[in-house]
C-alpha cells in the first residue's frame, strides 16, 4: 500500500528517490509538486529454471506460480490435482486483508451465498516438507493444515492451498525467528520480506511450495474484497489453473 503524505516541495517535476526507512524497509519516494508517496521499491522474481510452472486464472488477471523442485510431494500433487482440472472453478473461500487468501475447497464449486467453507479435500493429508529454504514473503503458495492440537505432525491438506498477502516485516521480527527456530535468513530473503512483506510469523510451520512471481498485484485485488463474518469474500472470487511447465 502507498503512504502519501504532504511536503513543502513546490516543483511540479516527479522524481524518485530510493531510500531505506527506519526498520530496514528499502522504498521508492516518489515526489511530484506537492505530494510526496512513499511505496515499496519495486522487484522482478524470475523463477528458478528447476521449477514447475502454472497459471491461476482469476477474474482479476492471471497469477503466474512457480512450484519449488525442493518441496516434491506438494509440487507433483498440485499438478496432478491442476491437470485433473480439480481447481477449476474453485474459489478462494477464505479471504484476510494483510495475511492470507485461501482455496481449493471442492465444496466451494456449487457453494451458496454465506455457505461455511474449508472442510473439503481429497481422502488424504500431505506428509509435511517444511524447510529452511523457503518463506511466507507475499506471494508465497503453501499448503493449508489443521492446527497443531489435531495435526502435530503439520501435515497439509490434500488440495487446499493458500497465497500470502501478508503486511510490512521489520528486522527484529526475521531475527526473532532466527532465534526460536534456529534458521538464518539469507540476505536475498531478508530483501524480499522488507521491500513486499509477507507473514513470518507463518515460517517453518506450514509447507511453503511455491510462489507467484507475476502479477502480485492480483493479491491486492482479492485480499481488499469485502469479507462476511467467516471471512469469505461477498463476491465469489474462482480459479482456473493451467499447468506451463512440469
Avoid: W
Wanted: net charge positive.
Amino acid at each position: 500500500m502507498a503512504c502519501v503524505t504532504t511536503t513543502t516541495t513546490t516543483s511540479n517535476t516527479s522524481k524518485s528517490d530510493n531510500t531505506t526507512t527506519k526498520d530496514g524497509r528499502q522504498v521508492v519516494v516518489r515526489k511530484a509538486g506537492n505530494l510526496q508517496v512513499v511505496e515499496p521499491d519495486t522487484i522482478r522474481l524470475e523463477p528458478n529454471p528447476y521449477s514447475a510452472l502454472v497459471e491461476m486464472d482469476t477474474k482479476f488477471g492471471t497469477m503466474k506460480i512457480e512450484l519449488f523442485f525442493d518441496a516434491e510431494n506438494h509440487r507433483a500433487n498440485f499438478i496432478k490435482l491442476a491437470k485433473q482440472n480439480y481447481y477449476d472453478s474453485l474459489m478462494f473461500h477464505r479471504v484476510m486483508k494483510n495475511f492470507m487468501a485461501q482455496g481449493g475447497d471442492p465444496n466451494s464449486r456449487k457453494a451458496k451465498k454465506g455457505q461455511r467453507l474449508g472442510n473439503g479435500g481429497p481422502n488424504y493429508k500431505q506428509d509435511a516438507e517444511i524447510g529452511q529454504h523457503y518463506y511466507h514473503i507475499k506471494g508465497a503458495l503453501a499448503a493449508a493444515r489443521q492446527p497443531d492440537e489435531m495435526n502435530p505432525d503439520k501435515q497439509s491438506s490434500g488440495s487446499q492451498f493458500y497465497i500470502v498477502h501478508g503486511s510490512s516485516v521489520a528486522p527484529g521480527q526475521l531475527d526473532k525467528n532466527e532465534r526460536e527456530y534456529n534458521i538464518i535468513y539469507t540476505e536475498e530473503q531478508r530483501k524480499l520480506y522488507y521491500k513486499l512483506g509477507g507473514a513470518p510469523q507463518l515460517d517453518m510451520e506450514y509447507t511453503v511450495f511455491g510462489r507467484v512471481y507475476e502479477r502480485l498485484d492480483i493479491i491486492d485485488s482479492i485480499c481488499y474484497k469485502e469479507t462476511d463474518a467467516y471471512a469469505r469474500p461477498k463476491e465469489d472470487i474462482r480459479v482456473k489453473v493451467r499447468v506451463i511447465r512440469e
